[in-house]
Each structure stands twice: as C-alpha cells, then as structure tokens.
C-alpha cells in the first residue's frame, strides 16, 4: 500500500526545486538589469535550501534502506534538520553578521615612519547583491570609518555587472573614514564580462562609468600603478589577473616598474591565484587578495577550516605564508548567487603593520 501522503509531499518538494531551478536561470538570462538577480538569488536560495539537506541526507538515508537499522535513519534525519537550520541562519542572518579579524604583520623591511600603520580592507563588495537594503549595510560601513584606519584598501567586485548598481550608494560608501587615504582595484566583475552589451562602446562606457564612481566615492583607483606612500613605502594595484576562465588584465610587471627593488611593497590584486602564479619571487612583502568569499560556506571552528572553495583555491581565506612573502585573502563583504553565508561570514580586515626589531 503506498503512502499517499508521503508521496504527495515528495512531489511538492520535488516541483519546487525544479520551479526554483527554472526560476533561476530564466532571471539570470537578464543580467544587463541592474535587478536582474533577486528573483534569480532567492530562487537559488530555495534550490540551496532544499537541494543541500537533500544530498547530506541521501547518504545514510540509503543505507538504511538497505540495512533496515533506524539509528542510520536519525543519523540522516538530524544532519537534514540541522543543515536546512543552517541555511535558513544563513540567509536571514549570516549575510549580514560581518566580522571585524585584526592582525598584526611585523616586517623586517618596514620603514620606520610606516611602523604602526593601521589599514582596513573590504572586498567583494557586490553591492547589486543588496538590492538597496541601505539600513542593513550602513551598521557595516560605519564599523570601517569606527576603526580609524590610516588607510582603507578595497580589493575589487564592487559591483556584480553594471556600474549603475551604486547608484544611491554613493553618499554610504563616500562616509568611509581613513586618516591617509582610500585605494581600490578592480576584480573580475568589475568589467562587465558576464553580461550581453549592445556593442563594445557601452561596455567601454560601463568600466569607465564604474572608475569614476571609485572616484566620486573617494577611492583613488589603481589600474597597474604604483603610489608612494611614504619614503620606501609603495603601494601597488593591479588590474585583475585570475587562472583559468578568469580575466587576465593585472600586469605585474608595470606596475613594479618605477618601484626600487629594496622599497617595502604592499600589493592590492584581486584573485589569489596570482600570488602562487606571478607574485612569489617578486620581493612583493605583503599581498591583498579576496575573490573567493569562503565560497559564503564552510566550517572555521574547534580548529577546523574547510569550505568547499579549497578544491579549487588552496589560498581561500585568512593570512598565508611562502619564505618571507604574505598573502592575505578577505572573506568578502557581500555575497554573489547564494543569498547568505552559512559558517563563513562577511568580512573586514584590520591590518597594523610593525617593523620587526
């Protein structure tokens, strides 16, 4: 005798993941909209939802069709309950639930003058992803003026596509408070690959409308250049540079061009996997990365750290080490696709910079 019930609520459960599914990839098909994805994130956010408690569950579940013995059946039931809780946290929560991680990097090469040095780094902006939920973000925007920072760094994605998506941010982000100055670099979605332009003038149009917005907000960009900061103290951006599909833009090279060999240098570039391909053997002393976002999911506790993303980055989160070159890679301050952040949160980074005595 069948469970008519039962199988009444599978086909439910079934239809909406196939209805989240569709809804989906129809909204991302209109990504030249500067809405364009919050239908499309919240549906992604259903199919998240349903989709991965699912699959934690699949496994002792099918064993215990198999083997008949009930504990693997609870086994299987709480890790669906607890994710699916999880997940829910996540995005009513997490996305939200930015995190202040302050470190303190000595150097031997440090000028003196420069030994103390405070700066703040955001990435990963994605300011489209908050669909001008104003009073949600402006408790973040102003934990970063509250730091006091000499100087605040961002690190690329300052938008998910279009450079209109800051429109109305403007005043928010031109309110960050840094003693010395505000830098940014562009990140791989900065540029408008992802979406269909009309012709390439408008997509010229856009990147050039989204570094002037850099500029009205009161970061001064850096397109492969190099700023003195102070006497042996240089700071580099370069373009995005990125393995595999991702844009290659960030000349090293050029940027390094007019900086003395023996100058402490810190460099602003948006893939970590730049670190490993290009930036190792430079004499680069410290470098700024973000891209990954922790995958917006993972474990970083009882001395655990895993997300996901580690299959793919082995750099994806926290402060890295190779002879005496440092990489640092953000968290990400917002969040693309997935409308939340289960385990891995929102970031900001306090850096205060000591010479080693």
Same mark, same amino acid.
């Given at each position: 005798?069948?469970?008519?019930?039962?199988?009444?609520?599978?086909?439910?459960?079934?239809?909406?993941?196939?209805?989240?599914?569709? +809804?989906?990839?129809?909204?991302? !098909?209109?990504?030249?909209?500067?809405?364009?994805?919050?239908?499309?994130?919240?549906?992604?956010?259903?199919? &998240?939802?349903?989709?991965?408690? +699912?699959?934690?569950?699949?496994?002792?579940?099918?064993?215990?069709?198999?083997?008949?013995?009930?504990?693997?059946?609870?086994?299987?039931?709480?890790?669906?309950?607890?994710?699916?809780?999880?997940? =829910?946290?996540?995005?009513?929560?997490?996305?939200?639930?930015?995190?202040?991680?302050?470190?303190?990097?000595?150097?031997?090469?440090?000028?003196?003058?420069?030994?103390?040095?405070?700066? =703040?780094?955001?990435?990963?902006?994605?300011?489209?992803?908050?669909?001008?939920?104003?009073?949600?973000?402006?408790?973040?925007?102003?934990?970063?003026?509250?730091?006091?920072?000499?100087?605040? &760094?961002?690190?690329?994605?300052?938008?998910?596509?279009?450079?209109?998506?800051?429109?109305?941010?403007?005043?928010?982000?031109?309110?960050?408070?840094?003693?010395?100055?505000?830098?940014?670099?562009?990140?791989?979605?900065?540029?408008?690959?992802?979406? #269909?332009?009309?012709?390439?003038?408008?997509?010229?149009?856009?990147?050039?409308?989204?570094? #002037?917005?850099?500029?009205?907000?009161?970061?001064?960009?850096?397109?492969?250049?190099?700023?003195?900061?102070?006497?042996?103290?240089?700071?580099?951006?370069?373009?995005?540079?990125?393995?595999?599909?991702?844009? #290659?833009?960030?000349?090293?090279?050029? +940027?390094?061009?007019?900086?003395?060999?023996?100058?402490?240098?810190?460099?602003?570039?948006?893939?970590?996997?730049?670190?490993?391909?290009?930036?190792?053997?430079?004499?680069?002393?410290?470098?700024?990365?973000?891209?990954?976002?922790?995958?917006?999911?993972?474990?970083?506790?009882?001395?655990?750290?895993?997300?996901?993303?580690?299959?793919?980055?082995?750099?994806?989160?926290?402060?890295?080490? &190779?002879?005496?070159?440092?990489?640092?890679?953000? !968290?990400?301050?917002?969040?693309?696709?997935?409308?939340?952040?289960?385990?891995?949160?929102?970031?900001?980074?306090?850096?205060?910079?000591?010479?080693?005595?």
């Amino acid at each position: 005798m069948y469970d008519v019930p039962g199988l009444i609520a599978a086909l439910a459960y079934l239809t909406s993941i196939a209805a989240a599914i569709v +809804t989906l990839f129809r909204e991302f !098909r209109k990504r030249n909209s500067t809405l364009y994805y919050k239908r499309g994130f919240y549906a992604f956010g259903i199919v &998240v939802l349903l989709f991965v408690p +699912t699959l934690i569950f699949l496994v002792p579940g099918v064993v215990y069709l198999f083997s008949g013995l009930p504990v693997l059946f609870y086994i299987g039931a709480s890790l669906f309950f607890l994710s699916f809780v999880a997940i =829910v946290y996540g995005v009513l929560k997490g996305r939200w639930n930015w995190k202040i991680h302050e470190h303190t990097l000595e150097f031997e090469n440090l000028p003196k003058e420069m030994s103390g040095t405070t700066i =703040v780094q955001i990435s990963d902006v994605h300011i489209g992803s908050f669909f001008n939920l104003y009073h949600k973000v402006k408790p973040a925007l102003d934990k970063i003026s509250e730091l006091h920072a000499d100087y605040i &760094v961002f690190t690329g994605d300052l938008v998910n596509n279009v450079a209109e998506e800051m429109n109305g941010w403007e005043s928010y982000f031109r309110a960050l408070k840094a003693k010395k100055g505000k830098f940014s670099i562009l990140g791989n979605h900065d540029y408008g690959d992802y979406v #269909q332009w009309k012709s390439k003038e408008e997509k010229v149009n856009n990147i050039n409308s989204l570094v #002037q917005k850099h500029r009205d907000i009161g970061f001064q960009p850096l397109l492969n250049q190099s700023v003195e900061l102070a006497k042996d103290f240089y700071l580099l951006g370069v373009e995005n540079w990125g393995n595999g599909r991702f844009r #290659q833009s960030g000349k090293l090279d050029e +940027t390094l061009e007019n900086v003395p060999e023996n100058a402490f240098k810190l460099l602003l570039s948006h893939d970590p996997s730049h670190f490993d391909e290009q930036v190792i053997g430079t004499g680069i002393d410290l470098t700024l990365s973000g891209h990954t976002h922790g995958m917006q999911f993972g474990i970083e506790r009882f001395g655990i750290k895993w997300s996901p993303v580690s299959f793919r980055y082995k750099k994806w989160a926290g402060l890295y080490k &190779v002879g005496k070159q440092l990489l640092y890679v953000n !968290r990400g301050f917002g969040y693309l696709g997935f409308p939340g952040r289960v385990g891995i949160y929102p970031e900001i980074t306090l850096f205060k910079l000591v010479r080693k005595a």
